[in-house]
């Protein structure tokens, strides 16, 4: 698990208001990440009180010189009490008498504190007769969530009998005593003097307004979640029961890849109505790799911009152009040239260097973006575009245009995809390897005016294969009549996530059946759903747009055109959105700036769904019932090599009250659509309906089985 340093030793000089060091008191680092070229620093850090997130991050970037440094803060309750709610039910003695004295955390227990008072869940019990004919050993151990302790107490066959009560795995108990070693002095233990029941009430949802989950796993989604369906369990362990026990007027079981908790959440639910679904792995290999972009209409005999950028790296938001070139082409002649640095306002990496050939050096005196994004389109004029790879140099374009306060709404061509469907003999698709097959001449690859050059001749090559084999002349036919090429090409497609949920015996059938298709017809390291299987057998389905896996939101983060945004959300019945601990990951790996543009993407999914009519619905991926439970995830998270596996991500089973403040950022009105009414409203589609026909069951009669 993730080391824990005390704040203070790690910056021990640093200088702080009094108010913020006591916030700090007994705050500690989990994870601290420093990029050396940036100078940023991110820190996880857990304190019991919020000490000014912001106003912390500003010191110590000032006091150690850094560019930035960005808090991943997480206020945890003290730690007097252990998770859950103490009640009033008095406490029941089980040994002794009762406890007086303040519960302390286990974590930290040693043999000089002598005589300690604990408190925890019992997770395992044992009473013996020892090897000592009368001598019986009572030895359980317990937890309060951040670390575990065995109870050791040796007892004559009277202290035995003078038991009050059986301690059971599931009890919470108190226990006084005194912190002993073991035998071989490789542990310690708890010598227990007093040992009283320890009244516990499990998280409620009080909200009067129940929102949903329509997003939850289970332990049917294999290493990946824990949250229990036990049907002979209580509410305290069983994700169905506690739903409803939580008021909660429905729960979608949506487990990866597979159907198989549903007998088990069928035993469980008594009057909560069930969603029968599944998170699937969804392949889009009808319309993901678009052609053309834009509405407007050219011929092929028409003039096109075929250009090129560089940039200082791959992230639109975080890097810049460096250099942009263009060539006009008509019918395989080029008639003008465009060519012009940019200024990135920042040194490049060597990286760039060896890449790119552009130096610092070529760029002092060049012009300023919007200056040199100007030129250019006043040299594109109304031509429609064309790039290898366009959404990447596109939208770089788009968002330096966004910036500069300069319209941008082009008609583009993207000769990566039309390589892929025209040429399905190549494996790879690079414009190097795609200009060699078509015998074209050698070009300094990397280099923005040679690279739109090169690409710019690859259309009089796509345009006569499409005039002569499929009797294309235009841009807007091209889309329709690439379909029937798709599966031709080589191109690999990573599968995203979907959810799918069965609106009534129809879907379920259906549901069934993709993934009975997924797992024999089209397994590949996950059982897959390709999406013109999907529209066979969308019939009583309900499709969501699943989480940050999902086509939808990776588009979102990739910054691709509205347009595009909104043709891909089409599909979809409704969107998801999700607390942002789920996508912290990328702010962890740098691919977005701060916890605001995670913010952003959110919002951008709400206007999608308003601008299409579509739902919006904010869900919580549940992996794990409880907060306390976050830790056995990162164990197995570890188990799969996961480099962030100790990194908080309290994707556990929220009330209404805390998904409604998680979302608060929108706004009181539409935190509630999302959360509330939105997600009753999806429930509301699905017919009440049992998995199984009570009586009719005719299992098959096997000769011999027996």
Not at 247 to 265: E, L, N, Y
Not at 270 to 279: D, N, V
Request: hydrophobic share 40%; glycine share 6%.
């Amino acid at each position: 698990m993730a080391q824990k340093i005390p704040f203070f030793e790690l910056f021990p000089n640093l200088s702080l208001a009094w108010e913020q060091r006591m916030a700090l008191d007994g705050a500690y680092l989990t994870a601290a990440e420093v990029d050396r070229g940036g100078r940023t620093m991110v820190l996880s850090l857990t304190a019991q009180k919020d000490p000014g997130k912001e106003e912390l991050a500003g010191a110590i970037a000032e006091a150690y010189q850094l560019q930035k440094v960005h808090i991943q803060l997480t206020v945890s309750a003290p730690r007097q009490e252990p998770a859950g709610r103490k009640s009033a039910e008095a406490s029941e003695v089980v040994m002794g008498g009762a406890i007086k004295g303040a519960v302390q955390p286990m974590e930290g227990l040693n043999p000089k504190m002598g005589n300690v008072v604990v408190a925890g869940k019992v997770f395992f019990a044992d009473l013996y007769e020892t090897r000592r004919p009368g001598v019986f050993c009572l030895t359980f151990d317990m937890t309060d969530f951040q670390t575990s302790v065995r109870v050791t107490k040796y007892m004559q066959k009277e202290e035995k009998a003078a038991l009050k009560k059986t301690v059971k795995p599931g009890m919470w108990v108190k226990v006084q005593g005194y912190v002993k070693l073991n035998r071989d002095g490789s542990d310690i233990l708890l010598d227990p003097k007093n040992i009283c029941t320890y009244p516990h009430e499990f998280r409620q949802d009080t909200s009067p307004l129940k929102r949903v989950e329509l997003h939850a796993h289970t332990t049917f989604s294999n290493m990946d979640a824990l949250t229990p369906l036990n049907p002979k369990a209580g509410p305290e362990e069983n994700l169905v029961k506690r739903a409803e026990s939580w008021g909660h007027p429905a729960i979608a079981i949506t487990d990866h890849g597979v159907v198989q908790g549903f007998p088990d959440a069928w035993h469980s639910a008594g009057s909560i109505k069930l969603l029968y679904g599944m998170e699937g792995y969804f392949v889009n290999n009808l319309d993901d790799r678009i052609v053309v972009h834009g509405e407007k209409e050219f011929y092929f005999t028409d003039e096109y911009v075929a250009f090129d950028i560089e940039t200082t790296g791959l992230r639109v938001k975080q890097e810049a152009i460096t250099e942009i070139g263009a060539v006009i082409i008509r019918g395989g002649e080029i008639l003008g040239r465009f060519q012009t640095f940019v200024d990135p306002g920042r040194h490049l990496t060597p990286e760039i260097i060896a890449l790119t050939g552009i130096t610092d050096q070529m760029l002092e005196g060049a012009p300023q973006p919007a200056q040199a994004l100007g030129a250019f389109l006043d040299f594109v004029g109304d031509r429609p575009l064309v790039a290898h790879n366009a959404e990447f140099d596109i939208s770089f374009i788009r968002e330096g245009c966004r910036q500069a306060g300069l319209a941008f709404e082009p008609t583009y061509v993207d000769t990566l995809i039309l390589a892929q469907n025209l040429l399905p003999e190549l494996g790879k698709y690079k414009l190097d390897i795609v200009a060699e097959h078509l015998k074209l001449p050698a070009f300094q690859h990397h280099r923005a005016s040679d690279d739109a050059a090169t690409c710019g001749l690859f259309l009089p090559h796509f345009f006569r294969m499409m005039e002569r084999d499929l009797d294309v002349h235009s841009l807007q036919a091209i889309n329709p009549a690439m379909p029937a090429l798709r599966k031709l090409g080589h191109a690999n497609r990573r599968p995203r996530h979907i959810i799918l949920l069965a609106k009534n015996r129809v879907g379920l059938k259906n549901l069934y059946q993709l993934v009975s298709l997924s797992n024999l017809k089209y397994f590949k390291r996950f059982p897959i759903i390709p999406k013109n299987e999907l529209v066979a057998h969308r019939e009583g389905l309900i499709v969501g747009a699943a989480c940050e896996a999902g086509e939808l939101f990776q588009a979102v983060e990739e910054h691709k055109d509205w347009a595009e945004l909104k043709r891909i959300a089409s599909f979809y019945d409704y969107l998801e959105i999700q607390p942002l601990c789920n996508n912290a990951f990328l702010l962890r790996d740098g691919k977005v700036a701060d916890e605001e543009e995670l913010r952003e993407f959110n919002r951008t999914v709400v206007r999608l769904g308003e601008e299409l009519g579509k739902p919006v619905c904010a869900t919580g991926d549940v992996h794990f019932l409880d907060p306390e439970d976050e830790i056995y995830r990162h164990i197995l998270l570890d188990t799969k090599k996961f480099s962030d596996c100790d990194s908080p991500m309290p994707i556990y089973f929220r009330t209404t009250d805390e998904m409604l403040e998680e979302f608060s950022y929108l706004g009181e009105e539409k935190a509630l659509e999302v959360v509330v009414t939105n997600t009753n409203a999806i429930a509301d589609q699905v017919e009440t309906f049992d998995l199984l026909p009570k009586g009719k069951l005719f299992p098959p009669r096997l000769e011999n089985s027996e």
